[in-house]
């Protein structure tokens, strides 16, 4: 094992698939997909706002689109995902977990709601809490969580479920829409700015059906400064990078900025590497 330097303290590179370090926080630079958008770039983000746009009324080709633009990244951080363990955490119905699994992944969903897998869930998907996966520690190559973190009343126990199904060195891609976020109010956004309780009755008025989201019971109030201070502080992660998700320049800029984060990232990417333990 060769030693490194992390946080201070002398640590050893990982024996495995690949090896990294503080130094080489992106050890795959190539986008494999045929047909990869540059991320980022305008074209990629506005071809993933028009199909936001259009997500109730075709939600295949947005979550597809989605999906493809996720694996993406994840390729881009960590090489091509073919013949890996790839864990989909809070899946919902699976577009990830498919994506994952047509590019040769040996991917599996965990969703806890039986609900949000739908009448065709993947082969294979499992019931199960994030909080608590039924898997050994390190199974997993990539740990994959997108928009699950602010569903969530204990997001640092969350994390620490994804670390410990992590094998050391493997990658962790955690994405959430923090509060703050002109799209934190979910289906009432933007008017969560002027309260939930405001927004949840004003989005009832509006369509006569109830909001599905709850502040404190289904969607929590995460914040990118609290989060990234928290994640500094675990031994089990270290962040290669933290990002804005979907933002066309400027992704990692962005969140260096105080306050201003807050409601300019839009959707907080965190792409960790498990530490060895
Ligand atoms: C907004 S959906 C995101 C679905 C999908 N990952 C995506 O990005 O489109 C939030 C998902 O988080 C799931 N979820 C909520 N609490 C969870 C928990 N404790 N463990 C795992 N998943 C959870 C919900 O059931 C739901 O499928």
Redesign the pocket.
């Known amino acids: 094992m060769t030693p490194i330097r992390r946080r201070g303290k002398a640590v050893s590179r990982v024996p495995g698939r690949r090896g990294w370090s503080r130094s080489s926080p992106r050890p795959f630079s190539g986008i494999s997909a045929p047909g990869a958008v540059k991320d980022p770039s305008f074209r990629r983000s506005l071809a993933l706002f028009r199909a936001f746009m259009h997500e109730q009324d075709d939600p295949e080709a947005c979550?597809s689109l989605l999906a493809r633009d996720a694996a993406d990244q994840v390729e881009a951080y960590d090489g091509p995902v073919a013949g890996r363990t790839v864990v989909d955490?809070?899946?919902?119905s699976g577009y990830?977990t498919e994506e994952f699994r047509r590019r040769g992944a040996q991917a599996y969903l965990?969703?806890?709601?039986m609900g949000?897998l739908g009448e065709k869930p993947p082969e294979g998907a499992v019931i199960a809490?994030?909080?608590l996966l039924p898997l050994c520690d390190g199974v997993a190559d990539v740990t994959f969580s997108?928009?699950?973190l602010e569903?969530?009343a204990d997001p640092q126990t969350?994390l620490s479920e994804l670390a410990r199904v992590t094998r050391p060195g493997g990658l962790i891609y955690v994405s959430f829409t923090n509060w703050l976020s002109p799209w934190g109010g979910h289906e009432w956004a933007p008017w969560h700015y002027l309260g939930a309780e405001r927004a949840r009755a004003r989005y009832r008025r509006r369509t006569g059906r109830p909001a599905k989201h709850t502040l404190g019971e289904n969607l929590f109030a995460v914040h990118i400064g609290a989060t990234l201070r928290q994640v500094r502080a675990r031994d089990d992660v270290e962040i290669v990078s933290a990002r804005s998700r979907y933002w066309p320049f400027l992704a990692e800029a962005v969140v260096k900025a105080p306050g201003l984060r807050e409601f300019a990232t839009w959707n907080l990417l965190l792409i960790l590497r498990r530490c060895p333990p």
């Open positions: 979550y955490v809070g899946g919902g990830f965990f969703e806890p709601d949000e809490d994030g909080y997108s928009n699950v569903h969530v969350f």
